[in-house]
């Protein structure tokens, strides 16, 4: 009681987003994925599979619930923070699960609804079972719950993204990192969002970027096929980066799932939707129809995965070849 602890949160799951949170005490965040940031307090974190969190928390002399809900609300784990053995605090009842708003889907509807065009209806078989994404009760969606999120990018698709894999396009996909996603928004609590992390010191690499490469989070929900810019891995080829160059990777994401992304080798350095430096990260989770940037300092010479931290999504394509040469 009255000490300062530190919790570290790995997410070591295969398929789940948990939501954790410690009822009655704040959390101070102070490291993502073994990097030093900024302190910032809050109430909640949605953690993606692979990513890390470490903590600070000040309890009293009482035992603490530490409460992480899956994302799509259908089952928790739970521990006890406590000073003495035996002790146990309540255990919260899960929040419900709330559908994807129309910007989920779609992304910022200021830039117009043509990327429902190519929306194949059969592709919406089995979304209010989806394992994650917290789509039940799609006909009963509040449009007024739309997230909308600023930037009205403009985006384009490949050749290879049209095709029986591929059930959607999004054009003009979201730029916020100030969204803490489905069935967070609005909660009451203090969640923990991308735009909060700022590592300490700045960017390992003062250089801006060489170049930049572009590549869409693709899938179809009614197949359950996922891929890169519409090919999965045993399609594709390898993706090559120069060694020693500095490079921006522009992420869109056209699924209505959200994807933890992990590039073996070399961090990626999130970018805030003006271009300036946010916090470097080891995974990075892409909402639904989100656009996100980061910088990657090319110093490992060798052959890298690149992939989806989902188990299912990664073994079904979503996964290329990085080559440093």
Same mark, same amino acid.
């Given at each position: 009681? &009255?000490?300062?602890?530190?919790?570290?949160?790995?997410?070591?799951?295969?398929? %789940?987003?948990?939501?954790? !949170?410690?009822?009655?005490?704040?959390?101070?965040? /102070?490291? %993502?994925?073994?990097?030093?940031?900024? #302190?910032?307090?809050?109430?909640?974190? !949605?953690?993606?599979?692979?990513?890390?969190?470490?903590?600070?928390?000040? #309890?009293?002399?009482?035992?603490?619930?530490?409460?992480?809900?899956?994302?799509?609300?259908?089952?928790?784990?739970?521990?006890?923070?406590? #000073? !003495?053995?035996? *002790?146990?605090?309540?255990?919260?009842?899960?929040?419900?699960?709330?559908?994807?708003?129309? &910007?989920?889907?779609?992304?910022?509807?200021?830039?117009?609804?043509?990327?429902?065009?190519?929306?194949?209806?059969?592709?919406?078989? &089995?979304?209010?079972? @989806?394992?994650?994404?917290?789509?039940?009760?799609?006909?009963? *969606?509040?449009?007024?719950? *739309?997230?909308?999120? &600023?930037?009205?990018?403009?985006?384009?698709?490949?050749? %290879?993204?049209?095709?029986?894999?591929?059930?959607?396009?999004?054009?003009?996909? !979201?730029?916020?990192?100030?969204? #803490? $996603?489905?069935?967070?928004?609005?909660?009451?609590?203090?969640?923990?969002?991308?735009?909060?992390?700022? =590592?300490?010191? $700045?960017?390992?690499?003062?250089? $801006?970027?060489?170049?930049?490469?572009?590549?869409?989070?693709? $899938?179809? @929900?009614?197949?359950?096929?996922?891929?890169?810019?519409?090919?999965?891995?045993?399609?594709?080829?390898?993706?090559?980066?120069?060694?020693?160059?500095?490079?921006? /990777? /522009?992420? /869109?994401?056209?699924?209505?799932? %959200?994807?933890?992304?992990?590039?073996?080798?070399?961090?990626?350095? +999130?970018?805030?939707?003006?271009?300036?430096?946010?916090?470097?990260?080891?995974?990075?989770?892409?909402?639904?129809?989100?656009?996100?940037?980061?910088?990657? =300092?090319?110093?490992?010479?060798?052959?890298?995965?690149?992939?989806?931290?989902? +188990?299912?999504? *990664?073994?079904?394509?979503?996964?290329?070849?990085?080559?440093?040469?």
């Amino acid at each position: 009681p &009255g000490e300062k602890v530190r919790l570290r949160f790995i997410n070591s799951g295969a398929m %789940t987003f948990f939501d954790v !949170r410690i009822p009655g005490l704040k959390m101070t965040v /102070v490291q %993502t994925d073994g990097q030093d940031v900024e #302190p910032v307090t809050v109430d909640e974190i !949605r953690i993606g599979v692979a990513e890390i969190f470490d903590v600070i928390v000040s #309890p009293k002399d009482e035992a603490y619930t530490i409460f992480a809900q899956s994302m799509d609300r259908t089952g928790f784990s739970r521990g006890t923070l406590a #000073p !003495r053995a035996g *002790m146990t605090a309540p255990v919260p009842v899960p929040d419900k699960a709330e559908p994807l708003s129309m &910007g989920d889907m779609m992304g910022d509807m200021g830039g117009g609804m043509s990327g429902m065009a190519g929306m194949d209806d059969g592709g919406m078989g &089995g979304m209010a079972g @989806m394992d994650h994404g917290g789509m039940t009760g799609m006909a009963g *969606m509040n449009h007024g719950g *739309m997230a909308m999120g &600023g930037g009205n990018v403009r985006v384009r698709h490949a050749k %290879t993204e049209y095709g029986p894999s591929v059930d959607m396009h999004v054009d003009t996909p !979201r730029t916020n990192l100030d969204d #803490p $996603g489905i069935g967070l928004r609005n909660n009451g609590r203090r969640v923990l969002t991308y735009a909060d992390l700022h =590592t300490i010191g $700045g960017p390992m690499d003062p250089r $801006g970027a060489e170049r930049e490469i572009e590549l869409h989070l693709t $899938g179809n @929900m009614g197949r359950y096929t996922w891929s890169l810019d519409g090919l999965e891995f045993g399609k594709s080829t390898p993706v090559h980066f120069r060694y020693g160059e500095r490079l921006r /990777v /522009v992420f /869109v994401n056209d699924t209505m799932m %959200t994807h933890p992304m992990h590039l073996h080798g070399m961090w990626s350095e +999130l970018e805030s939707p003006d271009g300036r430096f946010q916090v470097r990260k080891n995974v990075i989770s892409v909402q639904p129809a989100q656009r996100i940037t980061f910088l990657v =300092t090319v110093d490992a010479l060798g052959r890298w995965a690149w992939h989806c931290h989902l +188990l299912l999504h *990664m073994d079904a394509g979503m996964f290329r070849e990085v080559v440093v040469a």
